[in-house]
């Protein structure tokens, strides 16, 4: 964990496993994150876990050998966790579950990839990940409702990674389909006014997010 600007390194989970995919809850005060248990050719077991932003309190949320729990963030409200689920080696699913490990809710259940959740700033719907249209072969970015309802597919050009913007009118995401190389783009959340954002030949552009701004500072949506 660092400040914004680089400084003030500090380390949180200090253990002999793996520790990733960390994300805030709502005020700043819990982490939710993932933790690889075992992961080999025929056993694997990463679990959901949660903690205090000190390091302290860990509650592993999940407790299931044999199935991936992970990418969890937290909701708006605070009130639910989104994470993506693999109990098969094969295949991930969307899930919800309360921060107190209850509650575990499938939104999608199909014999295809959903990953990488992210809510709408409002709580309403969630973007994420998945190769729906074209299983095994090209991942696109989707939007459902918060109930898992109306699954909607918003890329045809491949699409991964999908963060809101603070105010919710815009989508950041990654993409390797629309040129030779791993861009940032962004989109309306209905799909509309694609635009590169990045465009560097000799890198690759991952797992993008986007600064928080005050409701009172956030400036009108531009028409880009």
Known sequence: MTYANGTGLRQVANNKVDDGGPAWSPDGERLVFHRVLDYSENHFNIDLMTMRADGTHESN????PGVVDHYGIWSPDGREIVFALDDSGLENDIYTIRPDGSHLRPLTSTPTDEEHPDWSPDGQRIAFHADAAMPGEQWDIY???R????????TTAT???????PNGRKIIFVSDGLTDDVELYTMRADGSRLKQRTERPEGKDNHPDWQPVPKDARAEDDDD
């Open 159 to 165: 699409g991964y990674h999908p963060a809101w913007s």
């Open 61 to 64: 949320l999940t407790r299931s």
């Open 143 to 145: 939007v459902m409702r």
């Open 147 to 154: 109930d898992g309802s109306f699954p909607t597919r918003l």
